[in-house]
């Protein structure tokens, strides 16, 4: 089993035990959502090692993975629940094969920019929740760019393919409050989570797997106005 597939497994495996954790603690009397919270838009950074599953990846590029990086935004319609897409970009330089000789020669760059659209269901049961779980789902279409000395480039775009994460935040504004520009009243800022997450995508082009598994470390930012606002707090307003 590979290094980013062992990572991926740990993460799966830490983000069911937060998961359940915070269920019990929310079946146990946990704080409910008595605040203006949770707004409505999120964007996330994210950077780490991706393992193509692109055949021969590691002959003509020297190791199994690569430097992954991407962004993506969302629409948070409820604390647990948001859509939104996600672009990936990688590019490696390698050795390529010479056609006719079957021998190794001039170089090869590779380029990969996957687009995800997915939906993330998170595990958040109360507002100042240290540990937030979440899992999303969703399809993905990638553009590719195989540059080949003394051949003709490839390039094109994938079929539709499969996308999955899984992951653990930290909550920033709990162990800083000036993290997040001054909580949630003050500043464009809202919340910063500092997360860990696995991904998976697949997406074939003429028989050619061009997806694999990424581990990636992330910074997550909502901002915008809050979505949800209990009973609790619009009882407390002035008439």
Known sequence: MSAVRRRLRSVVCLGALVLAGATANAQMGGAPFGQPLTPGWTIEFKGGRLEPELESFAEFYGEKDTGYVAGSFAYRFKPWFEAGAEVGYLRDRGVGIL?????????????????????????????????VPYFGLGVTSAYYRQEVELQEDRTGWSDTGSFGRVGI???????????????????????????????????????????????????????????????????????
């Not at 056609?99 to 760059?109: D, M, Y």
């Not at 995508?201 to 028989?207: I, L, M, P």
Request: cysteine-free; proline content about 5%; aromatic content about 8%.
């Open 169 to 239: 935040e930290l909550y920033l504004n709990r162990l800083d409050p000036g993290a997040a520009g001054g909580g949630l009243s003050d500043g464009v800022i809202k919340q910063s989570y500092l997360y860990l997450e696995a991904q998976r995508f697949s997406a074939e082009k003429e028989g050619n797997e061009l997806g694999g598994d990424a581990i990636v470390v992330g910074l997550r930012f909502t901002f915008g106005r809050a979505i949800e606002q209990r009973g609790a707090a619009r009882s407390s307003a002035p008439r």
């Open 99 to 131: 056609a006719e000789q079957g021998v190794p020669g001039g170089g090869v760059v590779y380029s990969l920019m996957p687009l995800h659209l997915q939906v993330t269901m998170r595990g958040q049961f109360k507002p100042d929740q240290l540990f």
